[in-house]
């Protein structure tokens, strides 16, 4: 039976063991309440470790790693404080391995809850996505029930019998970090908005960028989301008719996501409706599903291209500042679907840290391959756009040196010659 315990009453060091891991939804779905107890009593619990995804909230400080050992996929968000400490590990795994690898690991799940739209259930609010499956595996689940958090419908449900500690608060949802595009991310997202024809299904990431390309598509007609992510851009789509997901054979009429991450308009539209739905991991980013959405199209951003197509969406200058993420998931998805589309978008260059400019589309990768070259799809930089689908070596040097930045495409033509490419 649930244990109803108040938040200043809660004792960590009651329940959680030595040397236990411990799990929480990321960005808005933190439990704030529950991570803000953890910050504090840490030093009375022995030594934990921790997962934690996308970081808003304060536990993710390089002060806290005297008494917690910090994982993540990701070294996004105010992981970058941990990474830059050197207090930060990283699982590098594709998002939808996230599911089994988590379930070996973790033992206490954080869940920050919504009440149910029926007695004794409850909704998991802004994040299922890899949550759900440690709900069953983990050795305790205690949740915080804020009433605050948007009521929303998901594919799979919790109960009062799932819970074995329920903390009740009512407190506000964060918001995103407001990124406003600049003008080479605002060319990008026209080349990228004019290569998406209407009914396509559609899947982003967080950002200016992909916050940009959403802004670009009011024009369109009958769109449909089917995405890790779902965000502003995606409600300002529905509420103005463009994105209807009239023309999915999977859940028609419903968009279609694992993490909500908007300000209060997208908590509005979600909130005790069913224009949206939450789902878990093994439904948003599995292959055989993906596959079967015709029009599915990726949408993703990397650090670097390779001039054969290998992509870098991890670490820049030695730091790790991405995530493998669902990339792959999603760009195998999408050359599965029929009618699919996979889309890497990216600045042809960046200022380094001397004020150089430093190309973007490079000879060789300075990080790790992210997305092998066998499946990379489409690339697009503010200067254009390069099909890479069924393209033979030379062809996508040729391709992608077109659409490199233009100071930077002689040195690289030199490159791919030394390399016996051209």
């Known amino acids: ?43 009375d619990l022995g030594g934990v470790k921790a997962f934690t995804g996308i970081g808003w909230g304060r536990i993710t400080d390089p002060a806290h790693a005297d008494a917690i050992r910090f ?22 795994v594709h998002y939808s391995a996230f599911e089994p690898a988590l379930a070996r690991r973790v033992d206490v799940l954080l869940l920050q809850l919504a009440p149910g739209r029926r007695p004794g259930s409850y909704s998991f609010g802004l994040a299922c996505e890899y949550l759900w499956p440690l709900v069953a595996s983990a ?11 948007p009521s929303t419908p998901a594919s799979v449900t919790i109960n009062e019998d799932d819970i074995d500690i329920l903390v009740p608060t009512s407190r506000p949802v964060p918001e995103p970090p407001r990124a406003i595009a600049d003008p080479t991310q605002t060319r990008i997202a026209a080349h990228v908005a004019g290569l998406i024809p209407d009914g396509a299904v559609l899947q982003v ?16 007609r009958n769109l449909g ?3 890790g992510l779902f965000v502003d851009g995606f409600t300002r789509l529905i509420e103005k008719g463009v994105i209807d997901n009239s023309r999915k054979i999977l859940e028609p009429g419903i968009s279609v996501a694992g993490l909500i991450a908007g300000t209060a308009m997208t908590h509005r539209l979600c909130h005790r409706s069913d224009v949206v739905r939450l789902a878990p991991t093994s439904q948003t980013h599995a292959l055989s599903i993906l596959a079967g959405i015709k029009g599915f199209t990726a949408i993703n951003s990397a650090l670097e291209v390779d001039l054969t197509g290998q992509v870098n969406a991890e670490e820049i200058d030695g730091r790790y500042v991405g ?19 996979p889309i890497i978008a990216l600045p042809s260059a960046r200022r380094g840290r001397d004020g150089s400019l430093v190309s973007s589309i490079v000879p060789a990768l300075n990080g790790p391959v992210s997305l092998a070259r066998a499946d990379a799809g489409v690339i697009v930089t503010e200067e254009g ?4 689908r069924g393209a033979s070596l030379s062809e996508r040097v040729e391709r992608l040196i077109a659409i490199s930045h233009p100071e930077l495409r002689e040195t690289l033509t030199a490159h791919a010659r030394q390399q016996y490419l051209l």
């Not at 050795?139 to 958090?149: C, M, P, S, T």
Request: with cysteine.
């Open 323 to 341: 995530a493998v993420g669902g990339g792959t998931d999603f760009a195998r998805g999408a050359a599965a679907a029929k009618s699919g589309l």
């Open 385 to 388: 756009v390069a099909d890479l």
């Open 71 to 92: 994982t993540s996929y990701c070294g996004t968000g105010r992981n970058r404080l941990l990474r830059d400490a050197g207090a930060l590990d990283i699982l590098p």
């Open 1 to 43: 039976m649930v244990r109803v315990i108040a938040p200043e009453a809660l004792i960590l060091a009651d329940h959680i063991r030595p040397g236990e891991t411990l799990c929480w939804g990321q960005a808005a779905a933190e439990p704030l309440t529950l991570t803000e107890a953890l910050s504090a009593q840490r030093h």
């Open 205 to 220: 990431g967080l950002g200016a960028l992909p916050a940009a390309i959403l802004d670009c598509l009011d024009g369109h």
């Open 225 to 227: 989301v089917h995405s």
């Open 139 to 149: 050795r305790l689940v205690i949740a915080e029930v804020n009433d605050q958090v």
